[in-house]
């Protein structure tokens, strides 16, 4: 594994000779990098009903801000993608992770559910046009199964993020309020702008980059029948744990009447099988392609989901908090073998746009998520009975998205 942490690491531009030479391996300055979402999003979920008391509003009404930083990450990424393979990651990552800070601080001055849910929008976007740019990394410097090797490394280090994401803000809630937490938000983004201004060079060289309009790439990517699909599927795949973030306050502090200092263990028991996933992942890739992990992946989920519809739909007086986690965790933890997979089979087709393929799987993913967020908020009926069954429905067709998938087109790779 060294040989992919390691690999592409070059000496960093110094600053009057006196700078050390670039010491953080790739994967971690990668996940600095895509750990903001995570945090942005999971960081404040313990802190939902105290920002509903202090904005005088319900819990429900807050949880919307995840459907809103959900849309806008997509838009960021939306944008992000095509300028990333037209101007270069660096550009990118800079303008994101500057707006990403501006926005946190003026949340920490908001005082009306508008304003949360406006600034949220802007976060999101500064979000998404700097991380949709670590896939593309990526994939300038790795082919073949390297790519998912690294993709899952990448995630595992990553998923640190929304582990300790919540218990950071249970903690800060309980000594400093909810406002702190976008306060140390905006400080993480400084300093992630600050190292990778630094250390991580720019991949993707002017020779290389696209002139055409943005238009036309993205249409060369919908276009292209299987990595539609397995956008698709990844996209499915990941709005069944969006509309458990989403839910997850309600299920855990409203539903089963725990306290918010539980919350970030009962959140991270998810975490922590996804890591373990990944890890799985890597090893799996010794011996099997992508695409049968990928489908491994997929079926758990679906198993998983059907099994919670039928414990709060057929027994939900034995519905016990003890028997919904670790189902709970199965379904959330599949990811581990799903996403990265995904991902490296859609980036082997678009070597020359990986930003904008990414971008376009990005925008699917978070588009998807704030839209099923929304039904579900929709058919909420005061049981954990609705969400389970969004969950079932969007592991059902993430399996179906990948059914009879076309057989490997002769143009399937191209460099036009």
Same mark, same amino acid.
């Given at each position: 594994?060294?040989?992919?942490?390691?690999?592409?690491?070059?000496?960093?531009?110094?600053?009057?000779?006196?700078?050390?030479?670039?010491?953080?391996?790739?994967?971690?300055?990668?996940?600095?990098?895509?750990?903001?979402?995570?945090?942005?999003?999971?960081?404040?979920?313990?802190?939902?009903?105290?920002?509903?008391?202090?904005?005088?509003?319900?819990?429900?009404?807050?949880?919307?801000?995840?459907?809103?930083?959900?849309?806008?990450?997509?838009?960021?990424?939306?944008?992000?993608?095509?300028?990333?393979?037209?101007?270069?990651?660096?550009?990118?990552?800079?303008?994101?992770?500057?707006?990403?800070?501006?926005?946190?601080?003026?949340?920490?001055?908001?005082?009306?559910?508008?304003?949360?849910?406006?600034?949220?929008?802007?976060?999101?976007?500064?979000?998404?046009?700097?991380?949709?740019?670590?896939?593309?990394?990526?994939?300038?410097?790795?082919?073949?199964?390297?790519?998912?090797?690294?993709?899952?490394?990448?995630?595992?280090?990553?998923?640190?993020?929304?582990?300790?994401?919540?218990?950071?803000?249970?903690?800060?809630?309980?000594?400093?309020?909810?406002?702190?937490?976008?306060?140390? !938000?905006?400080?993480?983004?400084?300093?992630?702008?600050?190292?990778?201004?630094?250390?991580?060079?720019?991949?993707?060289?002017?020779?290389?980059?696209?002139?055409?309009?943005?238009?036309?790439?993205?249409?060369?990517?919908?276009?292209?029948?299987?990595?539609?699909?397995?956008?698709?599927?990844?996209?499915?795949?990941? #709005?069944?744990?969006?509309?458990?973030?989403?839910?997850?306050?309600?299920?855990?502090?409203?539903?089963?009447?725990?306290?918010?200092?539980?919350?970030?263990?009962?959140?991270?028991?998810?975490?922590?099988?996804?890591?373990?996933?990944?890890?799985?992942?890597?090893?799996?890739?010794?011996?099997?392609?992508?695409?049968?992990?990928?489908?491994?992946?997929?079926? !758990?989920?679906?198993?998983?989901?059907?099994?919670?519809?039928?414990?709060?739909?057929?027994?939900?007086?034995?519905?016990?908090?003890?028997?919904?986690?670790?189902?709970?965790?199965?379904?959330?933890?599949?990811?581990?073998?799903?996403?990265?997979?995904?991902?490296? #089979?859609?980036?082997?087709?678009?070597?020359?746009?990986?930003?904008?393929?990414?971008?376009?799987?990005?925008?699917?993913?978070?588009?998807?998520?704030?839209?099923?967020?929304?039904?579900?908020?929709?058919?909420?009926?005061?049981?954990?009975?609705?969400?389970?069954?969004?969950?079932?429905?969007?592991?059902?067709?993430?399996?179906?998205?990948?059914?009879?998938?076309?057989?490997?087109?002769?143009?399937?790779? #191209?460099?036009?």
């Amino acid at each position: 594994m060294s040989d992919i942490i390691f690999a592409e690491q070059r000496p960093a531009a110094s600053i009057g000779n006196t700078m050390p030479a670039l010491t953080l391996p790739l994967p971690l300055l990668l996940a600095l990098l895509t750990a903001l979402s995570p945090l942005a999003i999971d960081m404040y979920l313990p802190a939902m009903e105290a920002m509903a008391g202090d904005l005088q509003t319900s819990i429900h009404l807050v949880e919307l801000s995840v459907s809103s930083y959900l849309l806008g990450f997509a838009l960021g990424q939306l944008g992000g993608g095509p300028l990333s393979d037209r101007y270069g990651r660096r550009p990118l990552i800079i303008t994101g992770l500057v707006l990403f800070a501006l926005s946190s601080a003026a949340l920490m001055l908001t005082t009306s559910l508008e304003a949360l849910l406006a600034l949220r929008f802007l976060q999101a976007i500064g979000g998404g046009l700097a991380t949709v740019n670590s896939s593309a990394i990526v994939r300038d410097r790795f082919q073949g199964a390297d790519v998912a090797k690294t993709l899952s490394l990448v995630s595992m280090i990553m998923m640190l993020a929304p582990l300790v994401a919540p218990m950071l803000g249970a903690l800060t809630l309980s000594f400093a309020g909810w406002r702190t937490i976008f306060q140390t !938000l905006t400080i993480y983004a400084v300093l992630v702008l600050i190292i990778l201004v630094w250390q991580l060079e720019e991949s993707h060289p002017p020779h290389k980059r696209q002139q055409r309009l943005p238009v036309r790439d993205y249409l060369r990517v919908i276009r292209h029948v299987r990595a539609r699909r397995f956008i698709l599927a990844q996209a499915l795949a990941s #709005t069944g744990m969006f509309v458990f973030i989403t839910a997850s306050p309600y299920l855990y502090l409203d539903y089963f009447e725990q306290d918010a200092e539980h919350f970030p263990w009962l959140f991270g028991a998810n975490v922590l099988t996804m890591m373990a996933m990944n890890r799985l992942n890597i090893l799996l890739l010794r011996r099997f392609d992508s695409q049968q992990i990928l489908r491994a992946g997929l079926s !758990l989920q679906l198993s998983s989901a059907l099994l919670l519809v039928l414990l709060f739909s057929a027994y939900p007086q034995q519905a016990s908090l003890s028997l919904t986690l670790p189902l709970m965790m199965l379904f959330i933890g599949s990811l581990g073998l799903i996403s990265a997979n995904a991902t490296a #089979t859609i980036l082997h087709y678009f070597r020359d746009i990986s930003a904008t393929a990414t971008a376009l799987t990005g925008v699917s993913v978070f588009c998807s998520g704030a839209l099923f967020g929304l039904i579900w908020g929709h058919l909420h009926n005061g049981t954990p009975l609705p969400m389970m069954a969004v969950m079932l429905c969007t592991a059902l067709l993430a399996n179906l998205a990948l059914c009879r998938i076309p057989a490997e087109q002769s143009d399937a790779v #191209t460099t036009s």
